[in-house]
């Protein structure tokens, strides 16, 4: 667990986290709207190496960035469906290909096509404050910790 001061400090978190990504990842992200979750996938996508304008999918349900060393960064928001229905298999080829990095916002509503291998990062409001409160947990959590805190 972490406080993250400010949406700088989130986006550096991302960053920091997606430099160590390698494809294959699925990042599941937990937080209240405008907790900080496409503040944070900004941050991968820098780590990444990825020169475009990430934007929050929430209305066109996915979005899909070229990466460095031919890896591709999938983000996909949930929040507007009550089923994922043809995008579940959308996102399951995201999950099966190993040069994908897949990033899941308001994944509660299609949980059952979640890998159990993924990393949650949930983020919270502090109270009266712009900070948050990040914590990491799921297969490898450690991993992308290391040289962090």
């Given at each position: ?44 996508a ?17 979005r ?75 297969e ?10």
């Amino acid at each position: 667990m972490m406080i993250i001061e400010n949406d700088a400090a989130m986006q550096k978190l991302g960053r920091r986290i997606g430099v160590k990504l390698r494809g294959g990842e699925c990042l599941e992200l937990v937080g209240d709207v405008g907790a900080g979750k496409t503040t944070f996938t900004k941050g991968i996508a820098l780590g990444l190496d990825i020169d475009e304008d990430v934007q929050s999918p929430t209305f066109t349900l996915s979005r899909e960035y070229a990466a460095r060393d031919g890896l591709t960064l999938a983000h996909y928001d949930f929040y507007r469906l009550q089923e994922a229905g043809v995008l579940s298999f959308e996102l399951a080829e995201s999950l099966l290909d190993p040069n994908t990095i897949t990033i899941v916002e308001w994944g509660e509503t299609i949980g059952a096509v979640l890998p159990d291998k993924r990393v949650t990062v949930m983020i919270e409001y502090m109270p009266d404050n712009e900070a948050r409160k990040v914590t990491l947990s799921g297969e490898n959590a450690d991993t992308y910790l290391e040289d962090i805190q």
